[in-house]
């Protein structure tokens, strides 16, 4: 007596793995395992895996620079006959190509333009004031070494001899760690 078919038996398919590229069109796919193969005869066992795209995000564009949010406008450096108030940001990625500019990380504005009312003393001594230093900026390169630069602004210029206002930039040398090719 011959012996019945047996038809091929597969299990549930499993969840989709996770996309093959972060950002982009990559490639998922997903299995299933054969319980049962098919004897005597029997139906074949249909497709073990599914593939198919996936697109998570899109990918940055590598030659822009991501920025951070601005800060806070200053105060102004004048309570009146004209100051300037400021506000910065940071590079938080800068692009591939090292012939691309960032856009600026500081922005400058006029504040306070009425005229001062008249100052009884006008021989008073006034020292200058200057703001805190803003933060470092990021290195001006990807690797290797490079310059970081940070700046402060005048609030009130000295008067009558007063004290000067000293060093408004200043630039230090970073480390922006090993270049790989060369």
């Known amino acids: 007596m011959p012996l ?3 038809d091929c038996r597969v299990g549930e398919w499993t969840s989709w793995e996770p996309c093959s590229q972060e950002c982009g069109v ?3 796919r997903r299995v299933r395992q054969i319980i049962m ?3 005597n ?3 074949e066992c249909p497709r073990l895996f599914e593939t198919k795209e996936c697109t998570d995000r899109p990918c940055p564009d590598p030659n822009t620079c991501d920025m951070s949010s601005w800060t806070e ?3 102004c450096s004048a309570g009146c006959g004209g100051g300037k108030t400021f506000r910065f940001r940071s590079i938080t990625r800068h692009p591939e190509d090292a012939g691309v500019k960032c856009p600026r990380t500081e922005q400058y504005m006029k504040c306070n333009e009425e005229e001062c009312p008249e100052i009884a003393d006008q021989h008073e001594v006034i020292d200058c004031e200057v703001t805190t230093w803003a933060p470092w900026s990021a290195c001006s390169k990807l690797c290797g070494n490079g310059i970081q630069h940070r700046f402060r602004v005048i609030v009130r210029k000295p008067k009558n001899g007063g004290q000067s206002c000293g060093n408004l930039e200043e630039n230090k040398a970073c480390d922006a760690g090993f270049c790989y090719g060369e």
């Open 37 to 39: 193969s098919p004897v």
């Open 41 to 43: 005869g029997g139906k």
């Open 73 to 75: 406008w200053s105060a």
């Open 26 to 28: 990559g490639r998922t």
């Open 4 to 6: 019945a078919p047996v």
